[in-house]
Structures are given as structure tokens and as C-alpha cells.
């Protein structure tokens, strides 16, 4: 029985391993142009983000008082224009990009200032274009500068700046052991994702050609004509589904680690990566081993299923597209989501794999929960395996008329 289930095994991993256009799809296209577009990525949004920083905003002012004329002046990121200007110019200059913010003062806005009285606030007006990325971020910048005025003439009112002050407040970080520091919190999140995306994309493909393909092509009819039983027929092709889109997620995941110097930026929550933090105990790589085989195991027999269902190629990716997506919805809610989780969750099947993996690789991992969505992996698993085989042995499901 168990070599029947490894001819099987061997006969669909030889028919992946010697078509060069196979692997070359499968497993090294994935690999480079996910390095590449990561990379790309982290590239552009970074001289992007630079750019922005580094832009000397292009300011225009009415009636802008001295005091705060000094104050835009000493910071050398802003360029002041003093020009009065109707409404229309304005909006059309800052539409075309040829100023990024204009800024209105009262007339006597240093009088009404000096010689306060309740109720007699200046008004200062500002116009930004949200179309332009240099226009708002001259927003922020402008709206920071007049809170810091806004402190100095508070203090001088008051004779003593420690009147607004209040109170004085330190936030500092406990020191963390170094066994439970875990990697960056961005790649933390990212990681669990990105593994559960690359393990179905990388079977779905495979799978739906292996068994909806041969059903279409009519290959199929030829194993079932052998003396093997048909549940070996189909647990072979899902043992050797298994190693293809682990071979195949380990392809991908090899090309996000080398986009990591390009796309930490992205990714990382400080904005950088160290290799060295990928370093994990032995338990915690035990731990995240068996919640990554509990994915595998999950959506390759969900893969095998619906692509037992279907007549043709065409309808399998029809009905393993909503699949694909309540795996990215899992994924996405587990990235976003909160670090501290309903214990409910920890018994959602794929939901609780992903949260085991991001916990682990936080430094949080817990042999409780590895066990849990190893039990909840093999039910879903078995389930799917004896749906599997029920549907081999309709004779209308595997000879689609």
C-alpha cells in the first residue's frame, strides 16, 4: 500500500521535475520576480519618502507678522515668498504645483497678539492641494511650526513656560531577554502572510493540472484502469502536491529575503533589517515547522477537492479562487490585526496557523497553540482527505461526461 502511494508520489513529482517549463514557472520564476518587484518597491517608495523630506517647501504669505517671519527663516527646508494674492491665484498655483502652501495672517495679528483680550483671536488661514504629496507634507510642516509659536506666546503670557508645561512625562521600554525579542514586529506580521500565500499559489497551479487537467485531458481514466486502489491514486498525487508547493514556497520566500536590503524599508516597522534576527531557537523553528505543515496539509487537500470537483482546468480556478481569497483575507487580518487575539480565534483552522507562526516569530511562541492548530490542521486535513476519496470513487465525478 505505502509503495503504491510513493509510485504514485514519484510519477507526479517526475512529471513536474523533468518539464523545464514547469520548474522554471513554479519554482524560479516566483523566486526572481518577487525579488525583483520587492525590491523595486522598496527602492521607489524610499526616494519617494526621501524626496518628500528633503523638498524645500515653496511657501507664500499675507500679512505674515515678523516675529514669525524669523521663525520660518531659521528653518532652512522652507522658502518664503511674502505676495498678496486673490483666492483664484492661489487655488491655481497650488493646483499647478508652482507653490505649496499659502498662508494668511489678520492684518493686525501682531496687535491683536501683544494686547490679547477675551475673545479677540487672530485667525490664520492655510491652502494646500491634497492632490500634491509636497503640498500636504507643507501642511504638516507649516501646522508644526505655528504650535511652536503658539507654545513661546503662551510662555511669555504667562511669565514662565513651565505654567504650560504641566507635568513632565518619561515612556521608556523594559529590556527584553534576548530569547524573547523575536524579529522586527513588521516582518513578524508579514512573514505568516507571505508563507500562506507562497504554499497555495504555489500547489494551486500544480494541483488543478494534476487532477482537474487529467480529468479534462482524460488521463485520468488510464490510472483508474490500474490494480491500485483509487484512495492511493489520489493520496499520492496530494503527497506529491505537498512537496511541490513546499519546494515552491521555499523558492518565493527565498526572494523575499533577498529583496530584505531594498524592501525593509517597507516592511520593517524601524524601517531596517538585520539577517541575524531570523535566528531562532530549535523549539521555535519545531513550532513553526509544524504550523507551516499544517497549511500545507490544509490547502493542498482544499486544492484537491475542489479540483476533484470540477470537468475542466477553467472550472477548478473558478472554484478554488474564493479559496485563494479567504487565505489572503486570513493572512491580511492576521498582519493588521491586534498582537492580542480572543483565545476563540486560536481554534480557527489557517486563522490560528497564522497566529501561531506571527507569535513565534515575535518570541511569544507557545507549545499550547502549536499543538492546537496542529490538532485543528489534522481534522481539516482528514476531513478533506476522506471528501477527496469519496469523490474518487463517484464514477461520475472522475469520467466528467
Known amino acids: 500500500m505505502f509503495r503504491s502511494l510513493l509510485l504514485i508520489a514519484k510519477k507526479e513529482l517526475r512529471r513536474v521535475f523533468t518539464d523545464r517549463r514547469l520548474i522554471i514557472t513554479s519554482f524560479i520564476l516566483p523566486m526572481?520576480?518577487?525579488a525583483i518587484i520587492y525590491s523595486l518597491m522598496g527602492i521607489m517608495i524610499g526616494r519617494a519618502e526621501d524626496d518628500i523630506m528633503t523638498h524645500v517647501t515653496r511657501l507664500n504669505g499675507e500679512n505674515v507678522p515678523a516675529s514669525i517671519q524669523e521663525m520660518i527663516k531659521s528653518d532652512p527646508t522652507?522658502?518664503?515668498?511674502?505676495?498678496?494674492?486673490?483666492?483664484?491665484?492661489?487655488?491655481?498655483?497650488?493646483?499647478?504645483?508652482?507653490?505649496?502652501?499659502?498662508?494668511?495672517?489678520?492684518?493686525?495679528?501682531?496687535?491683536?497678539?501683544?494686547?490679547?483680550?477675551?475673545?479677540?483671536?487672530?485667525?490664520?488661514?492655510?491652502?494646500?492641494?491634497?492632490?500634491?504629496?509636497?503640498?500636504?507634507?507643507?501642511?504638516?510642516?507649516?501646522?508644526?511650526?505655528?504650535?511652536?509659536?503658539?507654545?513661546?506666546?503662551?510662555?511669555n503670557r504667562l511669565g514662565d513656560e513651565s505654567y504650560i508645561q504641566v507635568y513632565n512625562m518619561e515612556s521608556n521600554e523594559i529590556e527584553i531577554p534576548d530569547e524573547d525579542k523575536g524579529i522586527d514586529r513588521g516582518f513578524a506580521s508579514m512573514i505568516p502572510l507571505l508563507v500562506s500565500i507562497f504554499i497555495f499559489a504555489g500547489a494551486m497551479g500544480i494541483g488543478i493540472d494534476s487532477?482537474?487537467?487529467?480529468?479534462?485531458?482524460?488521463?485520468?481514466?488510464?490510472?483508474?484502469?490500474?490494480?491500485?486502489?483509487?484512495?492511493?491514486?489520489?493520496?499520492?498525487?496530494?503527497?506529491?502536491?505537498?512537496?511541490?508547493?513546499?519546494?515552491?514556497?521555499?523558492?518565493?520566500?527565498?526572494?523575499?529575503?533577498?529583496?530584505?536590503?531594498?524592501?525593509?524599508?517597507?516592511?520593517?516597522?524601524?524601517?531596517?533589517?538585520?539577517?541575524?534576527?531570523?535566528?531562532?531557537?530549535?523549539?521555535?523553528?519545531?513550532?513553526?515547522?509544524?504550523?507551516?505543515?499544517?497549511?500545507?496539509?490544509?490547502?493542498?487537500?482544499?486544492?484537491?477537492?475542489?479540483?476533484?470537483?470540477?470537468?475542466?482546468?477553467?472550472?477548478?480556478?473558478?472554484?478554488?479562487?474564493?479559496?485563494y481569497m479567504l487565505v489572503m483575507i486570513s493572512g491580511f487580518m492576521n498582519m493588521f490585526g491586534s498582537s492580542d487575539v480572543s483565545k476563540i480565534f486560536e481554534f480557527i483552522p489557517i486563522y490560528n496557523n497564522l497566529i501561531s507562526m506571527n507569535k513565534i516569530l515575535s518570541g511569544d511562541g507557545s507549545v499550547t497553540l502549536a499543538l492546537i492548530t496542529l490538532l485543528t490542521s489534522v481534522a481539516v486535513t482528514l476531513i478533506m482527505l476522506l471528501i477527496a476519496r469519496g469523490l474518487m470513487e463517484k464514477e461520475k465525478v472522475v469520467f466528467p461526461s
Open 211 to 323: 487532477i482537474a487537467g487529467e480529468k479534462e485531458r482524460g488521463t485520468m481514466a488510464s490510472m483508474l484502469i490500474t490494480p491500485i486502489d483509487r484512495s492511493l491514486i489520489i493520496g499520492g498525487k496530494i503527497l506529491s502536491l505537498s512537496v511541490v508547493a513546499l519546494i515552491s514556497m521555499s523558492s518565493s520566500f527565498m526572494g523575499v529575503l533577498i529583496s530584505i536590503p531594498f524592501s525593509a524599508r517597507i516592511f520593517s516597522s524601524t524601517g531596517s533589517f538585520e539577517f541575524s534576527q531570523l535566528a531562532m531557537s530549535s523549539l521555535d523553528l519545531g513550532l513553526f515547522f509544524i504550523s507551516m505543515i499544517g497549511l500545507v496539509g490544509m490547502y493542498v487537500t482544499m486544492i484537491a477537492v475542489l479540483s476533484m470537483i470540477a470537468n475542466s482546468v477553467k472550472e477548478a480556478g473558478a472554484y478554488i479562487t474564493p479559496a
Open 78 to 155: 522652507i522658502d518664503l515668498s511674502i505676495e498678496s494674492l486673490s483666492k483664484n491665484d492661489v487655488e491655481k498655483l497650488l493646483l499647478n504645483g508652482d507653490i505649496d502652501y499659502h498662508i494668511i495672517f489678520d492684518a493686525d495679528f501682531d496687535n491683536k497678539i501683544l494686547n490679547f483680550q477675551s475673545g479677540e483671536v487672530p485667525l490664520v488661514t492655510g491652502l494646500y492641494s491634497p492632490k500634491h504629496d509636497y503640498s500636504m507634507q507643507a501642511n504638516y510642516k507649516v501646522s508644526s511650526l505655528l504650535e511652536n509659536y503658539r507654545h513661546i506666546t503662551l510662555a
Open 32 to 34: 526572481v520576480s518577487i
